[in-house]
């Protein structure tokens, strides 16, 4: 009895019933749940063109104050007065940004206000990390209303802090240093994000907590190998708020920082106006450098605070 044998010509791939490669069934696949998404898109009614249409004049008018400062840093205080603050300038005014530049002493502002933001951000999500680590991870005895001081001396506004404060700082010598606002932002700081990641350390996976400490791994392993690889989208996502936050704050350095020497930026523009005179261009030229860092600074990390809420949102 002769065996019939099956030629490659005859062979038809079990993963394509027409007879054409796996490869390509699967990419024609692919093209036709694209084009199915695409359709679907496009073809979910009016609602999504309304919405798209609210967001973007939303986006615009929060732009218009940013776009108001732009013109006028760049018109002289002769055509401010004379035309107004919504009139183009008639001629490229750079003496207001030079003027700000020099009186204020900008580069040393700026090294003043990235020291003390950077040294805020780090630190406080340092701690932030170990407070909810022995919050979360640890359970110990009122955990519940350890977080809720927390969030309590979160709430408490800079007014009604400022005067113990400047009482702390003048008992201890550190008044009209930065240091006395890093020990103090890092405080504020520390405690939203020991409310936010106690919250997330407190529903922590047991078992892989289990496993690590039967593995041998001690406390301080669990935290650095284990914790913190897990929860480190959402301390990158700390650490650019805590910088920028800190960057912003105004109060506290303004009745901490009466030198010079040690002012940040924020304090530097507010001392342009005086009680009855206002160089506005000036004002707005200040507001431009000093809102440039910030920008630069949220740019660079854009990426990694975007990955970071998106991996939180997925956990």
């Known amino acids: ?18 007879g054409g490669s796996p490869a390509r069934s699967a990419g024609q696949r692919l093209a036709d749940e694209r084009a199915v998404k695409a359709r679907d ?3 979910r009614g009016p609602g999504r063109w309304i919405m798209l249409a609210v967001v973007s004049a939303a986006a615009l008018l929060m732009l218009v104050p940013f776009g108001l ?3 006028n840093a760049f018109k002289s205080p002769a055509d401010y007065s004379a035309n107004g603050p919504l009139s183009w300038p008639t001629h490229f005014y750079t003496k207001g940004l030079v003027n700000y530049w020099t009186a204020s002493d900008y580069p040393l502002k700026l090294w003043n206000s990235t020291l003390i933001a950077g040294t805020v951000a780090v630190v406080a999500v340092g701690v932030s990390l170990l407070n909810a680590y022995a919050i979360g991870v640890g359970r110990v005895k009122g955990r519940l209303w350890i977080v809720a001081l927390f969030l309590l001396g979160n709430m408490i506004p800079q007014e009604a802090l400022v005067y113990p404060l400047y009482f702390f700082a003048k008992q201890t010598g550190l008044y009209n240093t930065k240091l006395v606002v890093i020990i103090i932002f890092v ?6 994000g020991t409310y936010l990641l106690a919250s997330v350390l407190g529903t922590f996976p047991k078992a892989l907590l289990e496993a690590a400490a039967l593995d041998g791994a001690s406390r301080w392993q669990i935290l650095w190998k284990v914790v913190f690889p897990i929860v480190r989208p959402t301390l990158s996502v700390l650490l650019i708020f805590f910088f920028i936050w800190t960057w912003n704050e105004f109060f506290i350095p303004l009745v901490m920082l009466i030198d010079n020497d040690t002012q940040t930026v924020p304090v530097a523009l507010a001392s342009l106006q005086g009680d009855r005179l206002m160089d506005a261009p000036t004002t ?10 910030a920008v630069v600074f949220f740019l660079i990390f854009q990426r990694t605070l975007t990955r970071g809420v998106t991996a939180g949102a997925i956990k």
Do not use: E, K, Y
């Open 1 to 18: 009895m002769s065996i019939p044998v099956l030629t490659t010509s005859d062979a038809t791939p079990a993963g394509d019933p027409d």
């Open 41 to 43: 898109r496009f073809h």
């Open 69 to 71: 400062m732009l013109l």
């Open 187 to 192: 405080v504020i700081q520390s405690a939203f």
């Open 284 to 293: 707005n030229a200040g507001a431009l450098i000093s809102l440039i860092p």
